[in-house]
């Protein structure tokens, strides 16, 4: 990790205060942190605004970033939403209207402070990139401008709970976690004694999160709400997005700024989904700098030089060994005027038996695709936050589970920047059926290195808002769109495709197992191939405001075997986060006396032969508190399917002081459609 400089004297002294209220007009209020700089002027304010809990929850990375923001003249806020934190309320679901409706009135309410000059901001990662942009679309008066970053402008395709019309597993990872992080409790120093009336309440009420999402197996109005592809042009304020190539978002970096029409730029480092300035792997970025002239641009007037960079800069990785942890990423900085690109060109390689090449075949071949469920066990996950583990390992094994075509030894470097992607004629032995595809960079040595990959639901060949099962025997036109890299292939190196019916962890399987007939006659990988030059990138000298003060209890560690059983030809994955679900450890607010500790276990489990054996269990502690007064949560819950049903089951025991302070169950059934 790049060592971020630690600044202590700002143009501004600012100070913290705490905790206060927003009021909103149904009553509700929000609960609310904030730095102010001491000035007897107003000043514009930048707004977060994300259900992890301001308290216990973000503060560790708060303190240096809008202490940093305060330090030149900004009044930050950070709101937890309704229902989360200390805020009043429930919190039913992501990205509902009334998320955004609560949002516009504290928007509106932050513009008329004494303190506020009228002119606001509002920024975020992760839920905050996306409901900034989403506010935004809604146009409220006071918001001049936002920063979003490892955002989505695609709910459905886009985002943690399915991709290419897949259910990725961490769906219900994701919902899991969100049990564990709602089952915190309110403090009691903020609410008084009402914490624990409103916790229960919390408790009762709280969806089953995995499920919530399970239910809308298609593109429906569910994910068309909040979706801002819908329609780009309702966001009438600038623009910045960020991510970087070890996250999972960066594919609708490109997309947002083709589909805007408004003052915009973007960057694409190398990082995972973590702010810039904390970048991993690194080199991480001068994030806050970036920021600081992009908000004194648009909301001070100033004139300086943040629009005069090309409106993309992009980092092109250099081919690297494959590693499961990669601290450092090696490359440079290439830019883009606009996307789509003239520097980027679409470059055609053709399939034979075994071959990728510039020329197309000439004779009819056919070829029968099944691979094992088990395929792409060292695929590392979907998500990376900067935990080693994460990324793709040597992909020797998976493709050994795979079908495979190389090129020949490349003879000159090949830059690629873009969307790659896979056409084929196939037909399918069964109604249902998923097609992946990977690119990857084969070293001399032969050791695989994953570039990019995608998946494709074969049942949503006509969009991903219906499912129309296939035809056994019957011949259709498929295709995968692989993910959006930047990535320079080596002299002498290969490029590699793989192609598979299955990629297990990842992906929930399909129902049955498949036997795809691909006409290589017909296939071809689409190539976004990079002719443009490099350029001068964004500030890489990363710095922030003190850290927040904080004891360590004890350090944390994520562990992560596979193991398989040779008689029950069965694998099993388990990632075991001790003391912290990415290896945080166990910690102590100091300033405001609570300890944090979440333990979170997942075991998945598949025969190699038998898609509806598929089981994914994950258990979680949760304990949080203070002398006196400690939660802990114990949580369980597996997920299931058989031809026609998902079913998720679980139960939560939360006590008060090792006493019983509530229980639940659930037992859902869920009907699969077209998965």
């Known amino acids: 990790m790049t060592q971020k400089k630690i600044v202590k004297d700002f143009p501004f002294t600012f100070r913290t205060v705490e905790h206060d209220w927003i009021p909103l007009k149904d009553n509700t209020r929000l609960a609310a942190r904030f730095w102010f700089p001491e000035t007897d002027a107003p000043v514009p304010a930048i707004l977060e605004y994300i259900p992890y809990r301001k308290t216990d929850g973000t503060r560790t990375r708060d303190e240096p970033m809008h202490g940093y923001f305060a330090g030149h003249g900004y009044v930050v806020v950070r709101v937890d939403m309704r229902g989360s934190g200390e805020s009043e309320g429930l919190l039913r679901d992501e990205y509902l209207k009334q998320e955004q409706d609560d949002a516009l009135e504290v928007i509106e309410w932050i513009s008329r402070q004494d303190w506020c000059d009228g002119n606001v901001g509002m920024m975020g990662k992760s839920w905050g990139g996306f409901n900034s942009l989403q506010v935004a679309a809604r146009r409220p008066e006071a918001l001049r401008a936002i920063i979003t970053v490892g955002f989505t402008d695609d709910r459905y395709n886009q985002d943690i709970h399915y991709k290419g019309g897949c259910l990725l597993n961490d769906n219900f990872w994701w919902g899991a976690i969100m049990l564990a992080y709602m089952c915190r409790p309110l403090d009691p120093h903020i609410v ?52 970087g190539w070890a996250d999972s978002y960066t594919n609708t970096v490109l997309t947002l700024m083709q589909g805007l029409d408004v003052p915009r730029k ?118 990376g936050v900067g935990v080693p583990g994460e990324s793709s390992a040597d992909q020797r094994l998976d493709d050994g589970m795979a079908m495979v ?12 920047l873009g969307y790659p992607r896979f056409e084929v004629e196939l037909s399918s032995n069964v109604p249902k059926a998923m097609l992946f595809a990977q ?28 499912v129309v099962e296939l035809i056994p025997g019957e011949n259709v036109g498929a295709f995968v769109n692989l993910d959006c890299c930047g990535h320079r292939f080596k002299k002498g190196h290969r490029i590699r495709l793989s192609l598979a019916t299955t990629f297990w962890p990842m992906f929930w ?23 443009g030059v490099t350029c001068e990138g964004p500030n890489m000298e990363p710095e922030c405001a003190p850290l927040t003060p904080m004891s360590w209890l004890s350090e944390g560690r994520v562990d992560r075997t596979v193991s398989y059983d040779i008689l029950k030809d069965t694998w099993t994955c388990v990632t075991d986060g001790i003391g912290g679900v990415f290896g945080e450890g166990v910690y102590r607010f100091d300033e405001i006396d609570v300890t944090v500790e979440h333990n979170l276990k997942r075991e998945l489990t598949l025969n190699n032969k038998d898609p509806l054996s598929a089981c994914y269990k994950i258990h979680q502690k949760m304990r949080i508190g203070r002398e006196g007064w400690w939660i802990d949560a114990d949580i369980t819950v597996t997920q299931k399917s058989n031809e026609f049903n998902f079913i998720i089951d679980g139960e939560m025991h939360v006590t008060e002081n090792g006493k019983k302070f509530f229980d639940k169950s659930w037992d859902r059934t869920i009907l699969r459609n077209g998965l």
């Open 405 to 416: 075509f190389e090129s020949d030894v490349l003879e000159e470097p090949l830059e690629i």
């Open 439 to 466: 690119l990857s960079d084969v070293e001399p040595n032969g050791a695989v290195n994953r570039v990019s990959y995608g998946v494709m639901n074969l049942t949503h060949l006509k969009g991903h808002d219906k």
């Open 192 to 243: 008084g004694d009402s914490w624990r009336e409103q916790t229960l309440k919390r408790l009762e009420e709280m969806p089953l999160w995995p499920a919530l999402w399970l239910e809308h197996q298609t593109r429906d109005a569910y994910w068309k709400h909040g979706s801002v592809c819908e329609d780009y042009a309702a966001i009438q304020v600038p623009v910045m997005a960020i991510d």
């Open 509 to 531: 399987p399909m129902p049955e197992d498949a036997t795809l007939t691909l006409d290589l006659s017909t296939a071809k990988v689409i190539m976004p191939t990079f002719h």
């Open 266 to 383: 973007a960057i694409i480092g190398p990082w995972a989904h973590v702010y810039a300035h904390d970048g991993v792997p690194g080199p991480a970025m001068g994030f806050l700098q970036e920021a600081l002239s992009w908000w004194d641009h648009w909301l001070k007037g100033k004139e300086n030089r943040v629009m005069e960079c090309p409106m993309i800069q992009a980092w092109m990785e250099e081919s690297m060994p494959p590693s499961v942890d990669r601290p450092f990423s090696e490359g440079y900085w290439v830019g883009l005027d606009s996307w789509p690109s003239s520097a980027v060109r679409s470059e055609e390689l053709f399939l034979s038996h075994g071959r990728l090449s510039s020329k197309r075949s000439s004779a009819s071949e056919f070829v029968c695709l099944n691979t094992p469920q088990n395929h792409g066990l060292l695929a590392g996950e979907w998500m």
